[in-house]
Nanobody
Framework: QVQLVESGGGLVQAGGSLRLACAAS????????AGWYRQAPGKQRELVAA???????NYADSVKGRFTISRDNAKNTVYLQMNSLKPEDTAVYYC???????????????WGKGTLVTVSS
């Protein structure tokens, strides 16, 4: 089994920073694309940032210039550095990744359970 576990959420004042981490554990051969999503109360889940196996990144317009996604393949971990946080960034942040458990297996998509980020004004 593969698990994605997010950490690093919490309460921060507007203008502050947080760094989220998503650690993948279990029987993992490789992780290709990975991303962070968020869901605010009463809203749909939305993509925040994504990164490919080659390191290409894309971001939601609302976080460009403030958030940075990165990955450490040796640790099977994906990070989201969040700077200049705003109250509207308040949400549960979820990690998502496409994982292969062997060299010849198909990719399976996994979700973490989420970590809450609350930004106070």
């Amino acid at each position: 089994q593969v698990q994605l576990v997010e950490s690093g959420g919490g309460l921060v004042q507007a203008g502050g920073s947080l760094r989220l981490a998503c650690a993948a554990s279990g029987s993992i051969f490789s992780i290709s694309a990975a991303g962070w999503y968020r869901q605010a109360p009463g809203k749909q889940r939305e993509l925040v940032a994504a990164i490919t196996s080659g390191g290409s990144r894309n971001y939601a317009d609302s976080v460009k210039g403030r958030f940075t996604i990165s990955r450490d393949n040796a640790k099977n971990t994906v990070y989201l550095q969040m700077n200049s946080l705003k109250p509207e960034d308040t949400a549960v942040y979820y990690c998502n990744a496409d994982v292969k458990i062997t060299a010849h297996s198909r990719e399976i998509n996994y979700w973490g359970k989420g970590t809450l980020v609350t930004v106070s004004s």
